[in-house]
């Protein structure tokens, strides 16, 4: 692989944590993958996980974030946060990770945008349901650049949040727009299995999820 970045002079991003763990969701659950998750976010979802990336990071220049992506030596690599788009370098950060020959996927909310996302990046969106307290920031402009490659999450806390999500899947038509819609129970506030039944029951076209690498490390960190 190439792990010269491409950006002259070399910028750099603040890191909350880079590391190798078992994908835990979307299309990719299962495959060993790299996270390199960015600190800051924007948003303050009220069942957030990863609270700890909201501030601080450490400032590291492009060549030691490769470097280190590629001393795990898998290919697949996710860009998280917080929310990663929030620190406007995270594209060149993606642009270099594919130049480098790393599959790559992005983890975003959907509050800012993705248009200057690199096509060969493979977006996770994360529209936010009512219950997170921030549906107001989803930005609907932002499903018109996505493709078949990419995935759409709702993160559901009860049934208000699911007859949202089923209103948006169909108004905006998204099975067809992307790859996957994923539907998940926000832990703690709704039984999955109480959300299985009910995607079931409405015979939805999405995939249903639990969060793999929760159930196989709890809550630890650099998991």
């Not at 650049?145 to 007859?163: G, H, M, T």
Request: hydrophobic share 40%.
């Amino acid at each position: 692989m190439n792990l010269q970045p491409t950006s002259q002079p070399e910028v750099q991003l603040r890191i909350s944590e880079i590391f190798c763990s078992i994908q835990g969701e979307a299309s990719r659950a299962g495959l060993p993958t790299v996270f390199v998750r960015l600190a800051g976010c924007p948003l303050r979802c009220v069942w957030c996980d990863t609270e700890y990336a909201f501030e601080g990071g450490e400032r590291m220049p492009l060549s030691s974030i490769l470097e280190q992506v590629a001393s795990y030596r898998t290919p697949h690599v996710t860009v998280t946060g917080g929310e990663p788009l929030a620190q406007p370098d995270c594209h060149q950060l993606m642009r270099d990770l594919c130049d480098a020959g790393f599959d790559v996927s992005l983890e975003t909310s959907g509050a800012l945008p993705v248009e200057e996302v690199d096509p060969r990046v493979s977006l996770v969106m994360d529209l936010k349901c009512p219950a997170s307290g921030e549906s107001a920031r989803n930005r609907w402009q932002n499903l018109s650049c996505l493709a078949a490659k990419d995935e759409i999450k709702f993160v559901i806390a009860n049934r208000d949040d699911y007859e949202w999500s089923k209103a948006k899947l169909f108004e905006h038509n998204l099975s067809e727009r992307v790859g996957e819609v994923l539907f998940s129970p926000v832990e703690g506030q709704l039984q999955p299995a109480e959300l299985a039944g009910w995607i079931v029951q409405d015979a939805l076209p999405v995939r249903f999820q639990l969060q793999l690498h929760k159930i196989l490390w709890q809550d630890a960190r650099g998991r």
